[in-house]
Structures are given as C-alpha cells and as structure tokens.
DNA sequence: AAATCCTTTTGGTCTGACCAATATTATTGA
DNA sequence: TCAATAATATTGGTCAGACCAAAAGGATTT
C-alpha cells in the first residue's frame, strides 16, 4: 500500500506529510477519528518513530491533526479548501477582520489628521483619484485600495500602528474568503466608495481628528454591510440570521 | 540567558518553539543568518537533539527558517511580519508603541465589554489578582502584565484583533528600550497599576464599553506619562522639549 | 592563484529504552 | 445488576548514543 520510492524528498518526514495528506483528503479518517499510533505508522512506512513523530508534528503545525497524549494523533480538519501558502495557518474570517478595521483603522486616521505631512496628504490624495480613475480593472482596484488605507497608517507617524494594519491586510489576502468577498461586495459599490475615501481626505486635510474618524469608520461600516450583504446572497436564510446578529454585534459596540 | 523552566506546555518542543521565535522577534538573528547547531541548541536548550528537531521542524512549516543539510537552520523571514518588506519593526520607539496601544487596546476593550465571556472575565480577574500579589518578582510581573492585556483582547472574540495586539507586545519585546523602560517606569508605581487595571475589569464586568473605553485609555495614558518621565530623567534637556511635544500630540488627538 | 583532496561540521535517521498520560479492562462493593 | 475503583495495556513524550551523507572549510598540490 504505501508507495516509498516514488518522489524522494530531502527528507523522509516529508514524503510521510505527503502520504498521510494524501490519507486525510482520501477520507480514510473522517474529521475526529484517530490515525494510527506512531508506532504502527512506523511499521506501516518502514521508518523510524522520530520520522514519524517529525511528520505529524507537521501536520500538527499546520491545524490539520491534534495529538494527544496517551490517545493519539486526531483528524481536526480535512486539506483541501483554503490551501494557499499561509504559513501562518490564521483561520480570520472577513467578518472579524473588517471589524478589525473598522476598530483600529478609524482611530488611525484621527491620529493621522493631527500627524500627516503635506507630502502625506498628497499620496492619499494621488491614490483617491486613482481608485476613482481605474474602476475597470479589479485586481488594480484591490490594489489602489489598499494603498490608499495603508497610506494613512503610514500618516500617523507610527511605525507601530503602520506595521499592525498592514498585517491586517497581510491576513486579508491570506483569506481568499475575504478578499473574494470584498471584490464581490465592492465591484457594484465603486462610486459610493470613491466619494467616501474623499470625505475622509477632506477630513485629514482639514486637521479635524474626529471627522476624519467617523468617515473613516462610516466608509468600513460601509464596507461590513456590503460584505454580509454579499454573504446573505450566498447563504440565503441562515445567513441573514447571523449578519443581523453581527449587524447588532457593532451596531451594540458604537452606541 | 532563556529560563527554560517557566511556562511549562505540554511538550518541550513548544517551548522551544516559542524561546526561538523569541530570539528571531529579537533581531538576534537576522533574515539569512544561520541559527546555532542541533547539538548546540540541545545544548543550551538542556534537551536532547530530537526535540529540537521537532521544534525546527515546527519552524520550519511556520515558514520561518529553512533547513539545508551540512549547512545548517537559516532564517527566512522574522516572526510576526505576513511578508514583503515589513521585516523591520526594529526602530519602533516606545513611544510609538504605547500610542499603538493607547489607540488600539481602548477599542478593543470597548468591544471585549459586549463581547467577554464568563471564562474571559475569570481569567482577566485571575490576572488582575496575580499583578497584584507578584509585585516582588519584576519578571513576573511583566509576564502577567502582558498577559492581562493580551486575555482582554482574546475577549473580544475576533482573532484578527487578538493577533493584532499580541503582535504589539512581541515588538514591544524585540524592542529592549520600550521593555527597559517600561520595567523602570512601572517598578515604582505597581499600587496604581493595580488600580487601573481593576477598573478596566470592573468596566468589562458591567458590560460598559464606553467605560472600559475610558479606562483602558487612562491606564494606557499613565503609562505614557511614566515612560516620558522616565525618559526625561535620561535626557534631561532634550527630552524634555520632546516630551512635551508628544504630550500635547496626544492631547490634541484626543481632544 | 586555481583546482583538488581531506577533515570537520552539520543535518538525517535509526535503535531501543524509559516515563507519563490516557484508555481499557478487570475487579470490587453496594 | 451496576456503578465505583483498581490493575493493566496502549499511546505519546523524551532521551541517549550511534551511524551515515551532505556541505563547508582548510590544507595540499598543481
């Protein structure tokens, strides 16, 4: 049964990832169930137990098994979907990331009404009308649009604050979930985003920290509502339960 | 040198693990350069060589280093940064890190406010509690600090925002100015800390995110007035003037 | 100075053993 | 009979020492 001689890696625990990978996504073991122990799978791949141990701790590492001592290696989830190279492994779905967003992003452009240099505004400014002009190509969009949020982190002055929303974009295009689902949430919602990203330059040019908050935090507001809209017309009845539970979720927090 | 017996995890292998991604957060190896042996780190480490390698063997699927035979563990990128060229959160004063932190961890209290659970409020007033008794042992007292504030931002139940703030404490600890700092400005004021903190937790409690708000916000803006006085007293003239101009940044902000 | 050989270092793997946590089975007591 | 308990088996966690192969570094030769 276990083919050893096929591709050799560099080393033995990665050709047993590979075979047990294989193992899970064949549904040998449903999610729950117990592989073998290490000793059995020793047998079973004439290898040693370390080897073995290497590659479930792989495994492990990568949120697919959870071993236990004394009970064994268990199934946590199925390889397959969101594959990708996120080493990081974060499950974050859209909605928390926008929330997160929401949260950190809004109080980072009222910081950087009081921060932002001339020069600052100036590429803010740059990137609105770009988002405006390129609305025909969606990856530039995408792109634009980071930009645009990105730059007004960097307009705090804060390295720190800097860093951490740009990870917050990092893990968002780690979730193809959310990023699909913006571009979906987005593509009919061009023009409504445009005019929000220039109240929120108006607000930075005019040095007014609370303006440039609460337009900031009406845009992603914006942006969570088109984004469990777009969730709804997925899954249609389940799903309006939970956005309307999440519209509350936020709904409760700002009151 | 790294204690190895202070938070002991099921297996030793995640000590390793985390000692190590501690070292790189540190900038004690830069990207390319090469990490100690095997036998070295068994070494030092007091554990046998097949659980390091299953430390770095976990490293390694994390994407963090890249092991070549003969040649030795190299690191391919710093732990914390998704990618790109935000290898460097180095420069990041304090300063710039507890701003990050006054504007960040206030919303995230307001929202753990709504969103805690009985268990997230048990574990923050367990903390609470442990600050207070642990005032002797400053390393100790570090530790619990962070993670009263890190157990908050797991009450928000977002990930997003949970990894967020985790990531500012990890720059904090790359960062041996704002630790040292901090550690000097806090040594003499543990009895209001305490205070603080019990005010947050009282405002979590009374599911107050307005409260919680205010109160992280003052705590987080005490610890901004210790540190700049702790920085004053180093430099005595200079810092002064600089001080008092972040004083009034913050201020104006949050005016 | 360049190419080659040799020694050292380093990771890759194995064997066999012991311990601790868990699960399983057998035993006991009501 | 059945639940609580004790004894046993299974399983992961770790260690020690050993051997091999790849790579690196230095010495030697051309």
Redesign the pocket.
Known sequence: MSNSADKG???????LVRDLRQELASGLYPVGA?????????ARF?????????A??ALEVQGLIE???????HVRKLPGAGEGSAAEGFNVSGFELSEARLLFESEAAALAATQATEEDLAEIARLVEEIARENADPDGTERADRQFHVAIARATRNAAIYDVIERLWDLRAASPEAALLHAKARSANIKPVVVEHAAILDALRRRDPDGARAAMRAHLTQVIDSLLFATEERQIAEARKAAQAKRERYARFSA
């Open positions: 890696q560099d080393r033995l625990y990665q050709d117990r592989l073998p122990a290490e000793r059995e799978l020793a004439g290898v040693s137990r370390p080897t073995v141990r290497e479930l701790i071993v236990r001592v004394g009970s064994g290696a």
